[in-house]
């Protein structure tokens, strides 16, 4: 069974930096990309990074140039560096994983607070 859990929320001051972990347990059968997603309250889901599994990234606008992804293929963890924080990025962080061909499955950890305040 697939498990994710993610880890490195918390409080942090504009202009901060954080990082969040997310560990993945279990089998993955042909793994397409690991993402983080994030949502903020009354408002829709949405893609902050993506690395697949040939390790090319991509990025939401918002994000570009502040944050970067990144995996350790050894510790089956997949990061999320967010530097130069702004108030915006306030949201619940999800992690993700797409896997499968024909049938394509997704995963996802439980969510960590990721809150920008002074």
């Known amino acids: 069974q697939v498990q994710l859990v993610e880890s490195g929320g918390g409080l942090v001051q504009p202009g901060g930096s954080l990082r969040l972990s997310c560990a993945l347990s279990?089998?993955?059968?042909?793994?397409?990309?690991m993402a983080w997603y994030r949502q903020a309250p009354g408002k829709q889901r949405e893609l902050v990074a993506r690395?697949?599994?040939?390790?090319?990234?991509n990025y939401a606008d918002s994000v570009k140039g502040r944050f970067t992804i990144s995996r350790d293929n050894a510790k089956n963890t997949m990061y999320l560096q967010m530097n130069a924080l702004k108030s915006e990025d306030t949201a619940v962080y999800y992690c993700?994983?797409?896997?499968?061909?024909?049938?394509?499955?997704?995963?996802w950890g439980q969510g960590t607070q990721v809150t920008v305040s002074s």
């Open positions: 993700n994983v797409n896997s499968g061909y024909l049938i394509v499955y997704d995963y």
């Open positions: 279990g089998s993955i059968v042909r793994l397409n990309f």
């Open positions: 690395i697949f599994s040939g390790g090319r990234t």
